[in-house]
C-alpha cells in the first residue's frame, strides 16, 4: 500500500451520470460547506477539485487511507443529501464507491493536476477553466482568492424541530468553512506568488489548447446559460469513461513496486481472513494496516466446517 501521505486522484460520479451535481450558487455554497467541515472533522489534506455536473475529482493526501476513506464517506453523503434535496432526487445518488488511485512521481503529479483543471474546458463546455459556473479552485490557486462554503446542521435543525419551540431561523444552524488549499508537494518549497504563476501557467496551457481545439472544429463551446438550464435528472447522451489505471506514474519501476506491494497485501488479508474465518481470533492481529476487518457477528455465525 502506498506510505502515508502519498496524493490520490480520488472520483466519485453520479448514478448513470445523471446531471445531479449541475451547478448553481447555492449548491455551490452547499458543497463548500460540505468539503469544509469534512475537512475540519478528519485532517486531510485536499490540495486540488472540481465538481462538474456529473462527477468530481480531487487530489487528496492523509496520514491513512482509512483517513482519507472515513473523509469521503462523510463528504458524499452529505453531499447527496443537499443535492437529492434540492434537485428532488430521493433515489440512488452515486454510481458507486469514490475511486482513489494513488499519484507515484511529481511528474505524474502535474499531469493530473492539469488534467482536473481542465473540466468544462475539454468537454467542450467552456473556453476557460475559470469560466466553469460549478465548484472548482481555479480563482484561488492562480490569485489567493478564499473559498468559502456554509455547512447547515441539519440533525441539529431536525432535533429543534421536535421541540415545543421549534426550529429557529435557518441562519441559526448555518456554520461558515475557509476551505485551505495545501500545496503540491513539488511546489511546496516556493513561494505562494511563485506557486499561484505556475497554476496560472497550467491554466494557460488549457485555454490554448481548448482555443486551438474549438478553431480546428469550427465550433463555439457550450456555455454557461446552456449548463444552467440542463435538466439535473436527465443522463447524457454519450458518456465517456477510460479504464482506471492502477496507479499514476511515468516510471516503470514505480509502477512494478506498488503492484508487488498490493499483491503482498491482498495475500496477508487472504491469509488473516480464512484463518479468522476458521475461528482463529488471534489472527485479527494478522490483518494489514489499512483494511476493512469483517464485522464481529460475521465471523462468529460464518464458521468454516471442519
Partial sequence: MPAPNT????TCRTVQSRFLLKP????NTLILGVIGRALSLFGVKIHLFVVVSNHMHFLVSADSFSLLSRFM???NSNIAREAGRLHHWREKFWGRRFSAIPILDDESLINRARYIISHGCKEGLVLRPGDWPGVNCIAALTNGKPLIGRWINRSRMYA?????SGVQAESGYITEYKI???????WADISESSRQRKWQQLVDGVIAETKQRHEG?????????????????????KTSKSPRPFCHTIRKALEKEYRAGYRAFVGMYREAFGSLLSGHLRSLKQFPEDCYIPPFAYRVQNPVPG
Fill in 73 to 75: 464517506c462523510h463528504l
Fill in 160 to 164: 429543534d424541530s421536535l421541540k415545543p
Fill in 24 to 27: 448553481s450558487k447555492l449548491l
Fill in 180 to 186: 485551505p488549499l495545501t500545496p503540491l508537494s513539488v
Fill in 7 to 10: 496524493v490520490y486522484e480520488v
Fill in 217 to 237: 472544429a469550427n465550433s463555439d463551446a457550450l456555455g454557461v446559460n446552456a449548463i444552467f438550464a440542463q435538466d439535473p435528472h436527465s443522463v447524457p447522451a
